[in-house]
């Protein structure tokens, strides 16, 4: 029972491009989300998070966007950078439970 | 400041077998989480640890225990170890915070 999907394992973006992820969620019960991303050999780091009452919060070259309706959430960067190449994960918890729910991740590939 | 450390780096098991994995937490950091992330997922949430008592627990059996220190490091432990245990274990603290949370490198377990 997968909660929080990410549906592409990976996306190829030409440098300076956007670059848009995407991620579903079927628990109608998640108020708050957290994009996280991941260099090899390290640990997740945190991007951005939004609450369900904003459809929208930016940081910079990234901001994610949620909509309730459709259970549905995407983070784009603007421009895309070659340091931006990782695998960014989605992530979900029901108000402040410490417990996340993490999608599988998409491997952002930067080209020059 | 110094940020969360974990050991070992890899570790190879048999199955049956027992094992310990420790955390660090950055410093001021009073609450650690661990995470088991199985190759191709998301990591997935085993429990947390604030102050030194389990503060919450994913859907893992008991043979999955742990311990926080007073110095807010902690330790994961593995009993009668699987081949499904194979995994990266990774590590976040926090200061009571969902979203801010700081990840380790992790540790690699393999069960052979």
């Known amino acids: 029972d997968q909660q929080v999907k990410q549906n592409s394992p990976s996306l190829s973006v030409q440098e300076g491009r956007i670059s848009i992820l995407n991620c579903d969620y079927t628990n109608s019960m998640f108020d708050y989300f957290l994009w996280y991303k991941k260099y090899p050999a390290e640990g997740p780091t945190f991007l951005i998070s939004i609450s369900s009452i904003k459809d929208k919060n930016e940081d910079g070259r990234f901001t994610v966007f949620l909509n309730k309706s459709a259970k549905h959430l995407s983070l784009h960067i603007v421009p895309s950078q070659p340091g931006d190449s990782a695998v960014y994960f989605c992530a979900a918890s029901v108000g402040s439970n410490y417990q996340l729910i993490w999608g599988a991740g998409t491997k952002l590939i930067i080209k020059p | 400041e110094t940020g969360v450390t974990q050991s070992p780096t890899h570790l190879i098991k048999t199955r049956g077998q027992q094992v310990t994995l420790r955390c660090s937490s950055q410093s001021g950091h009073n609450t650690v989480s661990w995470y088991q992330q199985a190759l191709g997922q998301g990591p997935q949430f085993i429990f947390q640890y604030y102050r030194e008592e389990e503060n919450g627990r994913g859907n893992f059996p008991p043979r999955f225990s742990g311990l926080q220190f007073p110095n807010y490091s902690s330790e994961l432990n593995v009993n009668a170890l699987e081949l499904d245990d194979s995994a990266l274990y990774l590590c976040?603290?926090?200061?009571?915070?969902?979203?801010?949370?700081?990840f380790g490198p992790g540790t690699r377990l393999t069960v052979t």
């Open positions: 976040a603290s926090s200061l009571t915070s969902v979203a801010e949370q700081y």
